[in-house]
């Protein structure tokens, strides 16, 4: 039995391939970009998220036998993001709030 973690941080997608004791049996990470058109506007497209999520888990089922056996995912993100969506179509953009110091 195996289960995966993904994380969709704000700089790039983590996922994480354990056993059903916690142990890490792999793990990959793909980065995306995070455009800034205007000081303190910050974009990405949501299409890069579904493209490092598909390459990490086309990445884990290579590497990994015990992917078949997969029999749980958690998901987590970044919070407070908004995408649009309409009837037809999804926007080309998310938009985030991102933490300053």
């Not at 700089?11 to 000081?39: F, V």
């Not at 290579?62 to 908004?82: D, L, N, W």
């Not at 926007?91 to 933490?99: E, G, I, K, L, T």
Request: aromatic share 12%.
């Amino acid at each position: 039995m195996a289960f995966i973690g993904i994380d969709l941080g704000t700089s790039g997608l983590r996922a994480l391939l354990i056993d059903d004791n916690g142990q890490s049996i792999g793990s990959t990470s793909y980065n995306y970009p995070l455009t800034q058109p205007k000081t303190g506007w910050f974009e990405q497209n949501p299409a890069d998220w579904i493209t490092a999520l598909e390459s990490a888990m086309l990445e884990l089922s290579v590497k990994y036998p015990k992917f078949a056996y997969v029999r749980g995912i958690g998901v987590t993100g970044h919070m407070i993001s908004k995408i649009c969506l309409c009837s037809w179509n999804w926007s080309n953009r998310s938009y985030a709030w991102c933490h300053s110091a």
